[in-house]
């Protein structure tokens, strides 16, 4: 679907008012900095080094001329031609494109989340590009009827992004062992948290499948730590600001892994805006702050875990096998109830993907999708 506009402009601002009814402002000196003539036809990389650009140039016209707006400079008999639609895509946003949902408790994992089949992924491009959108926009999304031999999880997620290998094994079981290096390999409750906060890097999406599941306990616990994150600013500040600016230090030890990284229990882009919750009460190390400042991050620190603890924020559901679920592991907190192996076994199987190659997969996907509609 073609974007059309309608166009007004002073000697420093563009204004387009597209038909879909968004507005993009863009400044003389950006469209100069953005001028198509000066990218690589091929790569589309920049060739002009900003210390060349004319910064006092100014607009003398401008007009849209078929799919394009057309512009003169004051300066120049040279015209500068930029597509509306690339000017659509690129205008500055006013709202994120991330939907935030805190009513875990209500929702309906089967019904509110993103479902797709494993025979469809792939092969139905309109569902999968959808299916990866909510996955980016909601931070979760299942597929159901993945074969259930072990390993299968990996030939389902291949498509999605590059599977990244860890201490735990390119793939990892989650199930009751005897002897435990992890809680997750036992029978016992997990309050919600996200994986391997002492990485560097934090790995970006998890996906686990059920190979078993167990009738009495053994549920998935789910909620969106970037809306508690946001959540928790605007209902006491003080303690979001303690939580983006104290560096937490994470530890994890194994026989074969010594493990440590430092970072905050919630991070900000430069813009402000909530972009990662590294929560994991099991894996802080001991903190080495003043007592000041200690005071204030456990103060902090304990409100944001009882903020966790409402039933309210988290939702629940029991996999069936075959069923997969992929989440972004630097937002989705994740959790389980308490179940009893001996009885009867349940059995997980999972994975971390790059977080760069999943959002990679879902942005070609969907430019490939809006060219073909």
């Given at each position: 679907m073609s974007?059309?506009?309608?166009?007004q402009y002073t000697p420093t601002v563009l204004t387009l008012h597209f038909?879909?009814?968004s507005r993009g402002e863009f400044l003389s000196v950006w469209l100069i900095d953005n001028d198509p003539q000066h990218r690589d036809a091929y790569s589309g990389q920049r060739l002009v080094d900003v210390a060349d650009l004319p910064l006092a140039r100014t607009i003398h016209a401008a007009r849209v001329d078929g799919g394009d707006v057309l512009i003169e400079w004051s300066d120049s008999h040279v015209t500068t031609r930029v597509s509306v639609e690339w000017l659509h895509q690129h205008r500055t946003r006013a709202a994120s494109d991330v939907h935030y949902w805190l009513d875990g408790a209500q929702r309906n994992a089967f019904e509110d989340c993103a479902w797709l089949s494993h025979?469809?992924?792939g092969n139905d491009a309109a569902q999968t590009a959808t299916w990866l959108r909510r996955l980016v926009t909601e931070g979760i999304a299942f597929l159901s009827a993945v074969p259930t031999h072990e390993g299968a999880i990996l030939a389902a997620v291949a498509p999605m992004g590059h599977v990244i290998d860890t201490n735990y094994g390119r793939l990892f079981d989650v199930r009751a062992v005897a002897v435990a290096e992890n809680l997750a390999y036992t029978d016992r409750g997990l309050?919600?948290?996200t994986d391997n906060p002492y990485r560097d890097?934090?790995?970006g999406f998890q996906a686990l499948q059920c190979l078993l599941a167990s009738t009495e306990g053994g549920d998935s616990l789910f909620a969106d730590g970037w809306a508690v994150?946001?959540?928790l600013r605007a209902t006491d500040p003080e303690s979001f600001a303690t939580l983006t600016t104290t560096p937490v230090p994470f530890y994890y030890r194994s026989a074969g892994a010594e493990l440590r990284a430092e970072r905050p229990l919630i991070q900000l882009t430069a813009r402000g805006v909530v972009c990662a919750v590294h929560y994991n009460n099991r894996s802080i190390a001991p903190l080495q702050l003043k007592r000041a400042e200690l005071q204030r991050f456990y103060h902090a620190y304990q409100r944001f875990a009882l903020l966790l603890r409402e039933p309210r924020l988290q939702m629940h559901l029991r996999l069936r096998p075959g069923d997969l679920v992929v989440f972004d592991n630097q937002r989705i907190l994740h959790g389980r109830t308490a179940f009893a192996s001996m009885r009867e076994a349940r059995h997980l199987q999972g994975c971390y993907?790059?977080?760069?190659s999943v959002l990679s997969?879902?942005?070609v996907l969907n430019r490939e999708y809006r060219t073909a509609c």
């Open positions: 974007t059309t506009c309608q166009l038909s879909d009814g025979s469809a992924y309050g919600l948290h890097p934090v790995p994150a946001e959540h993907l790059s977080r760069d997969t879902a942005a």
